[in-house]
Every structure is written in structure tokens, then in C-alpha cells.
């Protein structure tokens, strides 16, 4: 899995009985070269146009990469690839309008599937779009099988987008889910900007600003945040030039509060996305690398109030970083055997559909 992000390829060696997560045996991060990531960001927040060629390089540039993130997880267990029965592979989003029908993940499969030796599964959005739906999220199937529980649950996963899963119960009919907009999209453009590092590490930099309230009430006039699901969106979408179009004035604000007010839209966007699904919910998991961000974590938790416990999905199973890999693997299996992988009251579609395409090893 590599999210909206690109800071790198997540690979996980998952075991399953049927249908039933077992355990995580072990797991790889692989970063992207420096230029193909810078590549891969121009690509997806810019869309500039690009030749057919430098596309199709592009294409097999990520799954070379996405082949060596299968190998270093393979040899960081002492597993052999006849071991493994599938890989199943998200590819990179470079493109997606759910409400269009478009998405775009690169990354050939052929070729993860020949250098790698093992049957590989991919391409899993494009049958739900086919079906009407957004094509996303498609984690909240997974997040059932994991999370479900006794009690009022949400699953929140923060990658570049912020996506929630809502358990009201354990009944698989009662799953929702949605993006609700950027997740530490805007604020890794922002500090990247100003500071060249990839991320706000902890949040400290947000956490040494103030929130700026007439910028944040300008980026909640979007109507994304009002609209109803299903809905999806894409990192080419929530970028700072779509902030500035909001409020043209962001660039003469001091860098520190823009930080704390992009770190509060986030927080402020999940917690009105949660509450709009209903109110007394119990737990608050919350997965992906804004797991991370203890500034968010402790707005979240305030805006959340105090009868929800937040918690990282570390202590519930599965690590925060693992969640997404672990799901397309999930995936994965659920193609090879047959089942549906989207769920309808999620994306949108007009059923359920076996997701993706097998490239045989
Ligand atoms: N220690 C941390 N402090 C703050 N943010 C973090 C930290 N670690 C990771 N992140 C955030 O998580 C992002 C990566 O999260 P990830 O779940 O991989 O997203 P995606 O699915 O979009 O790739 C980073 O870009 C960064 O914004
Ligand atoms: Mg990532």
C-alpha cells in the first residue's frame, strides 16, 4: 500500500482462515527514491501535462518499487515467496474523482507479479466506480472484520486524506464510511514549504502556532464538508492552492499558525463527519501516520469530547501503520476466494462486486 501520501510503500505479511484476520507475521516500509517521489507528488497535486512515455515510465518506475517493498518484507521474516499465496497490491493514486468515475493507481501488476514470482491482485476501485460508486473508501469492510464490537465504535484513518469508518454494532449491514476531507495533506504542503522536512514530527511546529479563525472558517466553507455520503476525494483536490483560492491571504500569515489552523480543519472536518453519523460513540480508533501527530491527537480528543476514548489501534491488534497494507491484503484474499470486497452503503455502488484483477505468478 502506498496512500495518498507517497512517502513510501507499507508491505505487510498477513495470515488468514477464511475470512478472519489471524495475525501480521511482518512488515516493511520502502521509501520512494527522492526524485520519483518528488515526481510522484508533482504528478498528483499539479497534474501537469506528461507524455504517454513518461507515464508508462512512471508506471513501471513504482511497481519496480512495489516489487522490492514485497522482497524486503519477504526477507526481513525469512519467508519464500512460494509461501505466499497472493500480493495484493493498491498501487499509487495519482488521480481520483470519485463523483466522475475516474481514479487513477500506476504501478503495472504484470510486472510486480513477474519480479516477484507471486500471483499478484490489483486494481481494486475501478468495478466499484463501474457500479456507480466512488470507488473509496474501501478499507471500512476490512475495519469491520477487525474492529466490530459491543458497542458504538469508529475506525479513523489519517493518511494524506482522512477516511472514517462508522460501527454502530457489529452487524455488517450497519457499516458507513467516507473520506471527510484532507488528512495531513495540507499541513505535510504546508511545513514541507516552509521547513523541507517531510512532515510536522508530532506536531510540534503546529503546536507552537495559534489557530487562525478567519482562515479556518473560510476553508470550512467548502462544500465538501456539508455534503452527504457516499463521498470521496482526492489529494489533487485538498492542496494549498486550494486554501489559497479560500483565502488569498495564507502566505502572509505567520507559517506557525497556518500549521495549527490546517492541523485544526483536519480535526475539526473528522470530529463534524463523526457526529453528523450520530452521537455516543464509545471508542475512537485511529490508524494511518496522523496517528502520529499528538497536536491532532489532543485536538481531536477535546473536540471529540470526553464520554469518546481515542486511541491509536496499537493496543486493538494492529498497529496504526499496518491497518491500510493489512486491509488490501484482506482484499486480496477476498478476490482470490470469490467474495465482494466494496460495501455498497459505503461507496455508493449499486452492489457488491469482487474487486480487482489476478495477475497470475
Ligand atoms: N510522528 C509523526 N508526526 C506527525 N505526523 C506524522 C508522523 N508520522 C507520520 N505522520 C504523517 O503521516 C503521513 C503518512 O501517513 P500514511 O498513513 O502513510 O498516509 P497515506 O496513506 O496517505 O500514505 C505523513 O505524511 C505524515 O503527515
Ligand atoms: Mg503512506
Known sequence: MSGTSADGIDAVIAEFDGDRFIRVIGSSHTEYAAEQRARLLTLSLN????????????????????????????????????????IGSHGQTVFHEGPRGLTMQLGDPSRIAAQTGITTVADFRRRDLALGGQGAPLVPAFHHALFAADERRCVLNIGGIANVTLLPDKTPQAVRGFDTGPGN?????????????????????????????????????????AAKPPKSTGRDYFRLTWARRLFPALDTLDPRDVQATLCELTAVTVAQAIHSQGTNWARVLVCGGGARNLLLQRRLQALLGPKAVLATTDGYGLGAELIEATAFAWLAMRT???????LPAVTGASKPAILGGIYPA
Open 47 to 86: 497534474q501537469p501535462a506528461i507524455t504517454l512515455r513518461e507515464l508508462s515510465l512512471i508506471d513501471i518506475g513504482i511497481a519496480d518499487r512495489f516489487a522490492s517493498a514485497a522482497q524486503h518484507v519477504l526477507s526481513a521474516t525469512g519467508i519464500e515467496a512460494q509461501q505466499i499465496q497472493a
Open 336 to 342: 482470490l476466494a470469490g467474495g465482494p470486497g466494496n
Open 185 to 225: 495533506a495540507l499541513m505535510d504542503e504546508w511545513v514541507q514549504l516552509h521547513h523541507n522536512v517531510a512532515y510536522d514530527v508530532d506536531g510540534a511546529f503546529g503546536a507552537r502556532g495559534a489557530v487562525h479563525l478567519a482562515l479556518l472558517d473560510a476553508l470550512l466553507t467548502d462544500p465538501y464538508f
